[in-house]
C-alpha cells in the first residue's frame, strides 16, 4: 500500500501536509504509533483496520515531514480526544513537533500536519454520501439552516468544514456544529472561536471530499515535562537552592 502526498501553500505561510491512503490490513506490531490500550476496546474488525490504517498513514506522513525520529515519538489524546504528537516520556528530548488531524471515512484515510504553532483539522466524506435532509438541523440554525434546506448551502461541504473545525479547535463535538456558520461562498471561508480564526479550504480526490482547517494554536497541549521543564527553568533563573530535595546528590562523595 501505498500514500499520497499533498504538500499545500496555506494563507500566512504554515507549511502543511496532507497524506492519504485506502484503508486496508495492517499488522499491528510492525506499527509505531499504537496504543494498545485503545485497541482492546474496538468491536469490529472494520473500526481495526480503520484505525491501523490511519496510524500507519501518520507514521509515512511524520517519515515524509522530515526530521523526526518515529521510534522516539508517541500519539496521545487530550481529554476531548483530539490526537497530538509527543516524545516519549522519559527520554527528555524536546524535538518540535507539527500539529495533527486524523480522520477517516468509509475506505479512506487522511492524516494533515502543520507546522508547530499552528493548529489542524481535516475531514472527509464520500460525493456518493452526502448527509441527509434528516440531519440539517443537527448541524445548523436559522438563515444558515434555511440555506441547505433550499440547496443554497452544499450540505456535504457544510459538514466536512464543520468537522474540520471542530478537530482543529481540539473540541469535537464539545463544539456544537449549529455555531459554527459559513457563508454561502465558501470555497474559501474563515470562522471566528472566541479570539480564534479558522481558515478553511475545501480539497476533493476522484471520489471523495476533503475539507482543511487551520489557525494559529492559541491553546497549545502542554504536557507533564513541559510544566517540570518549565519550573526547572524558572529555578534556575531565581537562584533556589538546587541540592534541596535532590535525590540525584550524594552529599557523602
Known sequence: MTATFRWLELENGPRCLLATCPI????????????WDEIKTFKTAKRQNEHFSARWLLEEAVKEWGGIDCSRISVHRTVERAPYLQAIQGLWIQPTLPSISIAHSQGLACVALIDHGWTVGVDAEPFARPPSSSVYDMMAKGKELA??????????????????VQKAARMGMHLNPRDLVLSSNYLQNKITIENSIFQLENLSNDAYHITLAWAYDDHPIRTLEDDL?????????????????????????
Open 24 to 35: 486496508t490490513k495492517h499488522l499491528p506490531e510492525k506499527l509505531e504509533f499504537i496504543d
Open 147 to 164: 440555506l441547505l434546506q433550499s440547496g443554497k448551502l452544499d450540505a456535504l461541504q457544510a459538514w466536512t468544514s464543520k468537522e474540520a
Open 229 to 253: 521543564l518549565d519550573a526547572t527553568r524558572e529555578a534556575m533563573r531565581s537562584g533556589d537552592d538546587w541540592e534541596i530535595g535532590c535525590a540525584t546528590i550524594r552529599r557523602n562523595v
